[in-house]
């Protein structure tokens, strides 16, 4: 795979091409507990796996962390 340059959560960042899926799990963050804005838009998290990074894209990704 292809590294490509993204801004995530405001930082320059080289990345591996592939999905955010695949992003947030080099993260080290679970799929199932972040929520990810693509280009200033809402990126579903069913769709996640679907969708394709790509060179260029503004990223935020926000971690729920639960506890009590």
């Not at 292809?2 to 799990?25: F, K, Y």
């Not at 809402?42 to 009590?68: C, M, N, Q, W, Y």
């Amino acid at each position: 795979m292809s590294l490509i340059t993204i801004i995530l959560n405001g930082e320059p960042r080289q990345v591996r091409a592939g999905s955010i899926a695949d992003l947030v799990a080099s993260l080290g963050l679970d799929v199932k507990k972040v929520a990810v804005e693509r280009n200033r838009e809402i990126v579903p998290r069913s769709t996640l796996a679907d969708v394709a990074l790509a060179e260029g894209d503004v990223l935020e990704i926000v971690h729920f962390v639960g506890g009590g």
